[in-house]
């Protein structure tokens, strides 16, 4: 086991967000998991790695680092592209004096080399298109070497040549990192060539869990709306917003 | 009783309230903020836990970038207080003193509060607004998952920067404006450089320079704290970056004000 959530609640104010989830991720596998926009589906995200805090729950997951890609990369842009795969290297503190520039330098490289970006350490993010951006931060992701990644909206607002691309490089990760990974998305492209399981929030509860290609057969009725995408069904995004 | 109480949240007795209500609530918030974020501050400080290339950067930023503009307020602050004071003292009888009071002036108050102003406008705001920026885009929030301390990151360098860098920075602007309040003394009444300088130094104690310097350690310092926390706790997109900045400045002008009234009681009452 990799990640374990259990009876996991969360509120914003008086709307609860995310009401009492549990799920498991294995090492090497990839869980999906889907919803409509606001279903709390990044938020589940932001609460296993920590960025806010659980209402009630528990959270286990084994040991070693987490670590999480952003929807919108979230590079640093005052720093250029191997600082920015660099950055953990030299500013954590378990990390700081591990290792040296040079030690550095190859690692930066060789995770470049691992997402399909040789030789552009010295270009800042501005300079980059956002599939390459995306793909600047799974190296930035795993120069740690985590157990579990996490993907919020990984192929949103790209192309579907670029989306292909970073679905592949999702892939090949979990098979080099062997992490337990989750992936946020609206794609079904997304689900179909990344995932080994899907499950889908609606009204802050599991409504499916199963894998993307029994998702497709429709059998249940929140699914058939979501691949569908009908506005007639049991969700009604209108109202939930 | 219902309907009463839903007239009562309608009036606007109650809207004034609940308004300064959440004012207050807000302000005793963001004041909470700062100090922690502050206490955190000096305990990575004394810790040692300073990034050096990027105190440099801020340093640079705080001392360099900064330096036109503050020396263009205090030394046209210094000649509108000379055109204003100069003749009247020249016709009076107190041209010997035009000096003086120029430099006490300038070396207890102006130098150091105009200088502080300068650095809000220019360094402050663009610091609140570089953070905020960070952290609507989630840069901060990646920071955090690559669990890198971002108070050691983001503020222990600029908090740095503004105490060491605000001291020359004051230094020099008040130079600059004693040099500029006896230009325009000569220029307006005549009075010579001689009758100025002799009398510049006879006001001025170490003192006085001691609690010049203190105070401009203490506005560098807490400028960066300010805008670094009204940055940090930035919500919302391109208004929540707006808002802290605004914020930033406010709080950073209000605050050295108050330093300032402290230091004044302090050391001249």
């Known amino acids: 086991m990799s990640i374990e959530v259990k009876n996991l609640i969360k509120t914003f104010g008086e709307k609860r967000v995310i009401d009492d989830i549990s799920f498991k991720v294995e090492n090497g596998e990839t869980l999906a998991i889907v919803g409509f926009s606001g279903s709390g589906k990044s938020t589940i995200l932001k609460l296993i790695c920590g960025l806010i805090p659980l209402d009630s729950g528990e959270i286990i997951t084994s040991k070693g680092d987490i670590a999480m890609v952003f929807q919108y990369s979230a590079l640093f842009d005052s720093l250029n592209v191997a600082d920015n795969i660099a950055f953990a290297l030299r500013e954590r503190k378990d990390l700081r004096n591990k290792y040296s520039e040079k030690q550095i330098k190859n690692i930066v490289a060789e995770k470049l080399e691992l997402v399909g970006l040789k030789g552009i350490e010295n270009k800042f993010p501005s300079e980059l298109s956002g599939g390459m951006q995306k793909r600047v931060s799974f190296a930035r992701a795993i120069v740690t070497e985590p157990n579990s990644i996490l993907y919020d909206e990984p192929t949103s607002g790209l192309d579907p040549i670029s989306s292909t691309l970073i679905e592949d490089y999702i892939v090949r990760l979990k098979k080099e990192t062997n992490a337990a990974s989750i992936v946020v998305t609206h794609q079904m492209s997304t689900i179909t060539r990344t995932a080994n399981r899907v499950i889908m929030l609606y009204g802050g509860k599991i409504v499916y869990e199963g894998t993307p290609d029994d998702m497709l057969k429709q059998n249940n009725e929140y699914t058939k709306q979501f691949v569908t995408a009908s506005l007639d069904g049991p969700m009604q995004m209108i109202a939930e917003n | ?269």
């Open chain 2, 1 to 269: 009783m219902g309907t009463l109480q839903k007239y009562y949240k309608q009036s606007a007795t109650y809207k004034i309230f609940s308004g300064m209500l959440t004012e207050f609530a807000s302000f005793l918030d963001t004041l909470g903020k700062i100090t922690i974020n502050g206490v955190e501050v000096f305990k990575l400080i004394i810790k040692g836990e300073i990034e050096k290339n990027e105190v440099l950067y801020q340093c640079y930023r705080f001392g360099i970038t900064s330096l036109p503009i503050t020396l263009s307020i205090v030394g046209m602050t210094s000649v509108i207080v000379a055109s204003q004071v100069a003749l009247e003292m020249v016709k009076q009888g107190g041209g010997n003193f035009v000096g003086l009071l120029m430099t006490i002036l300038i070396v207890r108050e102006l130098g150091v509060i105009m200088s502080g102003f300068a650095i809000i406008s220019m360094i402050g705001s663009s610091i609140a607004s570089e953070i905020a920026t960070m952290r609507v885009t989630e840069q901060i929030d990646a920071i955090e998952v690559l669990k890198v301390n971002p108070i050691r990151y983001l503020f222990v360098p600029r908090v740095v920067a503004g105490m060491l860098m605000m001291p020359p920075v004051v230094i020099i602007a008040s130079a600059v404006g004693v040099i500029t309040g006896a230009i325009t003394s000569n220029l307006i009444s005549g009075l010579s450089y001689k009758a100025f300088f002799d009398s510049a130094w006879l006001g001025i104690y170490m003192k006085d320079l001691f609690v010049c310097l203190l105070k401009s350690i203490c506005f560098g310092g807490t400028i960066a704290l300010i805008s670094s926390s009204c940055g940090y706790f930035a919500k919302g997109g391109a208004k929540g970056v707006g808002e802290a900045t605004n914020k930033a400045v406010v709080w950073s002008f209000v605050a050295i004000v108050i330093w300032d009234m402290f230091f004044a009681i302090a050391f001249f009452f």
